[in-house]
């Protein structure tokens, strides 16, 4: 097997394809052949598309007949199993849609197309997307390929863990409150949640609650998140948040060229945060400053008054509930997983509760406004400790007991705000688990949070770090 080709990146591997130096099919192959080598211990692919070698051919052939090319002609990715892929099984984590196979694309998974990508296989998640791990009662659990016995997150955990075992190059996941994050802290990749709306979400399921629901890209590198959202990002008149036309440059950093006033926030506002995290935010902050940013410790005053996933938690259960009494009517309990049981169960928020905690997400919305008079960036944790073993109800993080829907903290805020973020490794654990920051910027950012993740990229002390499997 080769392992360049394994480990590089999507954009590498666009620029050995289009130079002849090596061919679309060699490349699906050392893809195809690594999944057969190392998801049978990981279970992070789920179905693997029956014409990837087929489209691989052909995107050979364009390079042979020396047509014009796509930034990602040739490279192979995939996409988590909620994301509708034409005539490749989309099952949703859920026995209930066992055997479904859309007749098109989602819209991500057809720009990604449009740019020569090639779709590689589908990567697994929790049932119907909700949960902080990745398991379910028709494809099992996903393992995090830098220990098996911990998680890989959710819910994009399967993306997350394929990518990181060098499985794909190149992948799509979706974020209600911190699934494109969360999956890549636990795994040491890299993921963009863009501002909400930047990217339509049209063929993902579930929708609702539509106003927090994201769609973005997962890869081993900056440049390559930078690329797929150049590919992802615009209206395509199907989804109605989808409104925002602004362009994208995806040369990071060529906009950027004055110093950045950068804060760094570990706590209040997040609940307990990890020493080791909390230690890694701060040397990010200092890694920032050494480049000649202005870069200080700050707080947010309106995370300290309105603990943001206990607003996420009042507003989306209310929305979320009729989709999932719909989907679920008349199904029998052996079709139904823990999470989906659970959801059902929960009392629909009272009316006063519902309103307060809508102008609740406005202050959040204000708050963070407020911030970004004075600062380009914000430099938090992702979650709060680094993985954990399958199954915790409850975890200990620095001497605190939380829930384990508490690791959302930190996330969650830009899920009700809307603001962008972007999750990569900066640290280890002592146990050698990768440790995540959160790059967050003002709304429509996207170019500044990719530009200062590319600075940090450049002097990680865990770049190019890879699970021994």
Known sequence: MNNELIYSDATKLAELIRTSEVSPVEVMQA??????????????????????????KEAEAAVQRRDELGPLHGVPFTVKDS??????????GTPIFRGRTPDTDATSVARLKR??????????????????E?????????K??????????????????????????????????ISL??????????????????????????????????????????????????????????????????????GIGSANKRPLHVGWLVEPGFGPVDRET???????????????????????????????????TRLHVLEMKPGFVETTAG????????????????????????????????RLKDGYAEYFQKYDVLLTPVIPTPSFKHGQAELLIDGQTVNVMGIMSATTPLSVTGLPGVSMRFGTSHDGMPIGVQIVGNWQAESTILHVASLLEQVSPVRDLHPDL
Request: hydrophobic residues 40%.
């Open 31 to 56: 893809h195809l052949d690594r999944i057969e080598a190392v998801n049978p211990k990981v279970n992070a692919i789920v179905t693997i598309a029956d014409d990837a070698l087929k489209s691989a």
């Open 83 to 92: 994301i509708d892929t034409a005539k490749v099984l989309t099952q949703r």
């Open 115 to 132: 740019a020569g990508g090639v779709l590689l296989a589908k990567t697994n998640l929790p049932e119907f997307s909700y949960g902080v």
């Open 134 to 142: 990745s398991d379910n009662l028709l494809t099992g659990r996903t």
């Open 144 to 177: 995090n390929p830098w220990n098996l016995d911990l998680t890989p997150g959710g819910s994009s955990g399967g993306e997350s863990a394929a990518i990181a075992a060098g499985m794909s190059p190149l992948g799509l996941g979706s974020d209600l409150a």
């Open 181 to 250: 994050r969360g999956p890549a802290a636990h795994t040491g990749i890299v993921s963009l949640k863009a501002t909400h709306g930047r990217v339509p979400m049209t063929g993902i399921w579930p929708r609702e609650p539509r106003r927090f629901w994201h769609v973005g890209p997962m890869a081993r590198s900056i440049r390559d998140l930078s690329l797929a959202f150049s590919q992802l990002a615009g209206p395509d008149g199907q989804d109605g948040y989808s409104s925002s036309a602004i362009p994208f440059d995806n």
């Open 278 to 312: 909390a230690a890694t935010v701060e040397a990010g902050a200092a890694a920032l400053k050494d480049f000649g940013h202005t870069v200080e410790s700050v707080r947010i005053p309106a995370l300290e008054r309105d603990f943001a996933l206990d607003v996420f």
């Open 331 to 362: 199904r029998s309990k052996d079709e139904l997983g823990d999470m989906a049981r659970f959801m059902l169960s929960l009392p629909d928020t009272p009316a006063a509760d519902y309103i307060d905690a809508a102008q609740a997400a406005e």
